[in-house]
């Protein structure tokens, strides 16, 4: 993407690649971004990573292109840019929520929404008003530190960065980290007109730093225990000498919104002047790139994947599963991916899934396939006949924790797709919706595992209930298992982001002609 322009310097050393894995594969530098090295970007690793048993039998993976995306989305706004511009290089057509709709069997849209949400879908030729949607839902948010609207302050003569919490992180993780911003400003140009514009600042910018132990002798016994209003501060510059005149009152009384070098460096970035930034909605973000890991580089260590590798694998089950004609030729439904922003805040906003975003894009699609008079209760049907795929990360067991995992549902890394149970409806799933997910999987012999929460312990949400609730639509919650949920650097098993990629594609494909097998309300 065009704005995102990249300053990380060159490994002091050459990558050796490994001849037997793919390019995309066969990085062994320092986890580098794709502008630098196109074909080497992937391994943390300083070795080659072994090739895999039967390399030639593997089915293609989409590893390298997560691996690209969680790289490329910084914020839950680099995120939707990214889908959009794959959306576009897939053939999709953007629509506008302001503009009529003139949609066709077999064709392909999408439309964002305050550039955090995305919804995108694939007609099928044989769609008819009435048939259903069959959705796979995401968010595109994570738990992060955000710039307070007043970001400047000075403690101790050095210049500092009020953030605000987002989510419920780990933020006993970002101290000690190398990081920066990201987001969107708001620029005025010269013409009196206002332009929306994303950044991205690649190299570390501000640190928390950590108190030494020696000044904090208890800390390892005690526990570690920061003040989240006073501690969680990052450092962005020593104070420098004050040139105003001291005598100058209303000079030196005047607030800063924003330091003056921050404001700087931005304007560099986006080669602009500072005075013409007027506003900015930015995210603390970690420098160090996404990359894998562990003793077989089988691991994925990312800070987003809570829940971005769920964006990427809907992204493209749907654009992979309808790029060519002939795979919409004979769908009778509607295929589609709705990736909403505030999730982990609880979705209440008009980019949230509290809003009605999904509904309305539903019954817009309705009404512009709607040609004639389709009978009573054309969007009420398609509803019915409609499935949704709450896509969010699942907890893995943990080794060192296998105690907070209940007995007989303790999901494992590179074991497949995690169902989500839960009595009380945190979860969305039902006896019915489990059966019809899991049957897609065994059509295609993919693993499926299944999560349910101790008695002893409370229970984690999705977007599940909130849409299964507001649209009436029967729903799956799912997720990839994941260990560090929520911290500032989370891994996964590559395996299951394929495996997961291939359940969405099936799903897409099949589970149109798996529904019509089964009638519930007789």
Known sequence: MALLRLHLPRPPLPARRNPALPSALSSTTSCLWRGHLPASRLLCSSHPASPPDDASAAPPSIVAGLLDYLNESWTQFHATAEAKRQLLDAGFKLLSESDDWDLQPGGRYFFTRNMSCLVAFAIGEKYRVGNGFNIIAAHTDSPCLKLKPRSATIKSGHQMVNVQTYGSGLWHTWFDRDLTLAGRVILKATDGSFKHKLVKLTRPLIRVPTLAVHLNRTVNTDGFKPNLETHLVPLLATKHEDTTNSDDKSSSSTKVTHHPLLLQILSEE??????????????????????????????????????????????????????????????????????????????????????????????????????????????????????????????????????????????????????????????????????????????????????VVRNDMGCGSTIGPILASGVGIRTVDCGIPQLSMHSVREMCGKEDVDTTYRHFKAFFEMFSDIDRKLNVDF
């Open 270 to 451: 986006l080669g602009c002047d500072s005075d013409e930034i007027i506003g900015m909605e930015l995210n603390v973000c970690d420098t160090q790139p996404s990359c894998l890991g562990g003793g077989n580089n089988e691991f994925i260590y990312s800070g987003r994947l809570d829940n971005l590798a769920s964006c990427y694998c809907a992204l493209r089950s749907l654009m992979d599963s309808s790029k060519m004609a002939e795979q919409l030729s004979n769908e009778k439904a509607i295929r589609m991916v709705a990736m909403f922003d505030n999730e982990e805040v609880g979705s209440d906003s008009m980019q949230g899934a509290g809003a009605p975003t999904m509904f309305q894009a539903m019954r817009r699609i309705i009404d512009s396939l709607m040609h004639q008079s389709m009978g009573e209760g054309a969007l009420e049907r398609a509803i019915h006949s409609s499935f949704l795929v709450s896509a969010d990360m699942a907890h893995a067991l943990h080794p060192n924790y296998a105690e907070k995992h209940e007995e007989c549902h303790r999901p494992e890394l590179q074991k497949g797709l995690v169902i989500k149970h839960n009595a009380n409806q945190r979860y969305a799933t039902s006896a019915v919706t489990a059966f019809l997910f899991k049957e897609i999987a065994r059509i295609h012999n993919l693993p499926v595992q299944e999560f």
